[in-house]
């Protein structure tokens, strides 16, 4: 897969359909490689006539890590949150919103639809916000404005989140991955048990890296409240959410 340099830093992507036709950027959540977007789903976009881009976020992947900027601690970082300090942290989402426009000048595209799951709805977010001309149409999946009021993640699918497995080794990865997926995931539409282990056994494969997980939720925590920013944006903007997310309520896609 090819890689180019964007914000001055490596970035990891794969480019699907007619360069020619209407771009479509897909921005992943916290961790996840850009494979987690499925195959299914860009053919189907490709198939709807649109230039598909997915990229692995910084520290995640295959794309650059941050391995010098050490692992945050998550709690100190959120007590700092809550006390309305700013945290300090290796990146913030906004330079993550820059790699997305870095990713986009070196393909040579002005502007794309883009789409955005979880951290990756926040990333989008800042990106029409801070580069409005960037952005045909914004859509943020099972995302969230960072209003402290909001009802919290349930306490189960913090716990998982925020645990680890018993070893690196790839059967305790594997387990482990299961677990957080059955616990974060739709709770209507469980995933199929062979295919999520084979899907969490090929990521692992092709690029495990949990510390630079650690640095993406510090830079989620720090970034804070997003309301008065996304009053600003004027993309056509369309919000996906499902009524029963264990780890971002629905209250935070209506609010």
Do not use: C
Request: charged residues 20%; positive net charge; glycine residues 10%.
């Amino acid at each position: 897969m090819p890689q180019v340099s964007a914000n001055g830093i490596a970035i990891e992507y794969e480019s699907h359909g007619d360069p020619a036709a209407e771009p479509l950027l897909l921005v992943m959540g916290l961790g996840g490689q850009l494979t987690l977007w499925p195959i299914e789903l860009v053919e189907a976009l490709v198939a709807r006539g649109y230039h598909v881009i997915r990229y692995d976020n910084r520290d995640v992947g295959l794309s650059q890590r941050f391995d010098g900027a050490g692992v945050p601690n998550i709690p100190r970082t959120v007590l700092k949150a809550m006390f309305g300090l700013r945290p300090r942290t290796a990146y913030s989402l906004g330079d993550m919103a820059g790699d997305a426009v870095g990713l986009l000048d070196a393909l040579g595209i002005a502007s794309a639809h883009v789409v955005g799951a979880s951290m990756g709805g926040m990333i989008s977010q800042l990106l029409a916000v801070h580069h409005p001309e960037r952005v045909r149409t914004l859509t943020s999946i099972m995302s969230t404005t960072g209003n402290r009021r909001l009802p919290r993640a349930r306490p189960e699918a913090m716990k998982v989140l925020t645990g680890r497995p018993m070893s690196s080794s790839l059967p305790d990865a594997v387990d482990y991955g299961v677990k957080v997926a059955r616990t974060i995931g739709s709770p209507g539409y469980p995933a199929e048990e062979t295919r999520l282990r084979e899907r969490i056994e090929r990521d692992y494969r092709r690029g495990y890296y949990p510390p630079g997980i650690a640095r993406q939720m510090a830079a989620i925590i720090a970034d804070g409240d997003r309301r008065k920013r996304l009053k600003t944006i004027t993309a056509p903007t369309l919000v996906i959410h499902g009524q029963d997310d264990p780890l971002v309520p629905i209250a935070g896609g209506r609010d």
